[in-house]
């Protein structure tokens, strides 16, 4: 896999189940809107830092990821 295909895979915007921007992808890391780290990333598996399984993405394919349903309670939006 190329650099840039790689660089590409690890970097994106994350939606909730309704199309609203919730968080950023950057590497292994999610981050609010607001710029701070709430989740780590392992394949499609959300972790509290603690190391809390905590949830998963619908899919991690695309540089836009979606939330199942279910998930969208870790990501409020006011």
Do not use: Q
């Amino acid at each position: 896999m190329s650099k840039e295909k790689k660089s590409a895979e690890e970097h994106g915007k994350i939606f909730n189940s309704h199309g609203v921007h919730v968080a950023t992808v950057r590497g292994s890391s999610i981050f609010g809107l607001k710029g701070e780290k709430l989740y780590d990333l392992r394949g499609i598996n959300l972790y509290k830092l603690s190391g809390e399984l905590v949830g998963h993405l619908a899919s991690t394919k695309a540089s836009e990821k979606h939330l199942e349903k279910a998930t969208d309670k870790l990501f409020p939006v006011s």
